[in-house]
């Protein structure tokens, strides 16, 4: 077996959630995600679907290190994770842009300090470095541009560079395009496919979407209703990947995702009837459809509206 | 408001600009000189639009200006035109006290105090703003206790301040900073505070340090707001100044008012009154101008 990159073992995540307004309310426990244990392979991309509420995003911020393991453990190349790191970027839905900064002083924000070698770059190095990645992404000559001048694909672009400028061996990306309309959406799938093959990165792509998940992965991890356990994971494997054709289309793309789509089915309708509501990082819960869940991600193929096309 | 209005008088202009612009087509070229006359016609019609939109605004003071000049003359009894004299008279003692130096003795003295405290008001209620914003406990400790002294009116406090600190400058400069530091306060604290978490999230997984992200995320985040406090605070040590000034002064607009009230120099009292208006106009168009240069970032956010 290969070396992992990333390595899930026994991993569960519990809250404490907060007693809700009504009378009497006290305080109850919630497992997020329930001894979990996955590899990811160096150089892999690696996409994960699950219904709402099956501790997608908790396990990213496990990953990340922005929280701990209630149990279990979390492996980058061997050593656990103990918080954040170079090794590692987060690209968020919402973008999380600093909003005073301009696209480059954005990407070159995790390059302020010192780098691995302990020496500090200059201002122009910075720039430099900031442009190259914005040209990667295909934004170059937006340097100056705020991100309230940048439509929403071009901001997420600007996330992504910022998270890839620092150089780190993975790149966790939390249902990144979900905000974005359709044709962006497919733009920037592209876009990311190309950029994983150039820089060959480790990739953890969290989605809703089951065709996102099938046409983005080489393995598509599906999580069950909370609490998040692995399910199975899905081998995605379609000749011809890189060529011109409509790859969606492709009887090898149709057959794949209809697999995760079944895995996934019997999970939505178990999370639907559990009235699964989403956790926030510092375990408020909240009312699902919230505010973080945009109309706009039910046309990007969740599972509800696979439902209706497979019909 | 004002934007609105203005829009009825826009067709007028229009209509000669773009008639203008006829002209000079209208003509066979080889004849520059008509051209340039319409292009000039053009730039008059635009700078009149422009002179006419201006006026209209200008309007509301106008009015008021006519008022004050006319009601006192025409529509007042003659007894009280001694208490409210007409704009002009008090203009021409406006411009006697300039002429005697008086007037920016006045202003010196009240602009030295209130920049002073103001500016102990600001560098004190940012640096002890951002300590309590960023330390939770120390904030629960305090706000029952900022609650109380910031509701308590500054002037309340006056004769406090006087009884410690005597008539002097101190005690004017001690109730400027009061007065002025709680907007300001109150603004960093809420600007810390209302920081988006998602930033905070995004600043951590680049691997910000604390001091970094308190740096580079909170701070500029906050900065918006704090400059909204800022100018509060500069609107409420202008207020605060005169009245101090007002109980017991040697100098100063507040002094000036007063003095020249009880010694019945009418027209005087109100040309410090109109000097304290510009005063407080000035402050605040300086402030304004401030606040949109720091919050330039969040102008297009909401859109």
Redesign the interface.
Known sequence: MMTAKISLRNVSKQFTVRPGRKPGGTATTLTAVDSLSLDVRDGEFLTLVGPSGSGKTTLLDLL???STPTSGEVLVDGQPVTG???D???V?Q?Y?L????TASANVS??L??KGPDGRKLSRRERAAKAREYLTLVGLAGFEDR????LSGGMKQRVAIA??LA?EPDVLLMDEPFAALDAQTREQLQEELLRIWRATGKTIVFITHGIDEAVYLGQRVAVLSARPGRLKAIVDVEIPDRDGDEDIRSAPAFVEQRHKVWTLLHDEVRLAQDAGHRKIL??GAVQDEPGPEEPANRTPQGSPESQERSAA | MSATLTKPRRPAGASAAGAAPAVGQGTPPGKPATAALASVTGAVADAAFRAGSWLWKATGILAFLALWEFGPLYLAAPSTRVFLPPLHEVLLAWGRLFESGAIQGHLAASLSRSVLGFGIAVVAGVSLGLLIAWYGRLNSVLNPLLELFRNTAALALLPVFTLLLGIGEESKVTIVAYAAFFPVLLNTIAGVKTV????I????????NSP?LFQ??IL??A?PTIFTGIRMAGTASILVLIAAEMVGAKAGLGYLIVNAQSSFLIPDMYAGILTVALLGLGVNFLLVALERHFSR?????G?
């Open positions: 990340a290190g922005l954040p790191g170079k590692r970027a987060v968020f919402q999380a600093f909003p005073w900064r924000i995790g302020e300090g705020f991100p309230h001048e910022r998270s620092y990082p510092d | 988006d978490p998602l930033l999230r995004a600043a951590k997984s680049l691997g910000l970094r580079k995320v500029p985040s900065v970032w969040r102008t297009a956010v859109a």
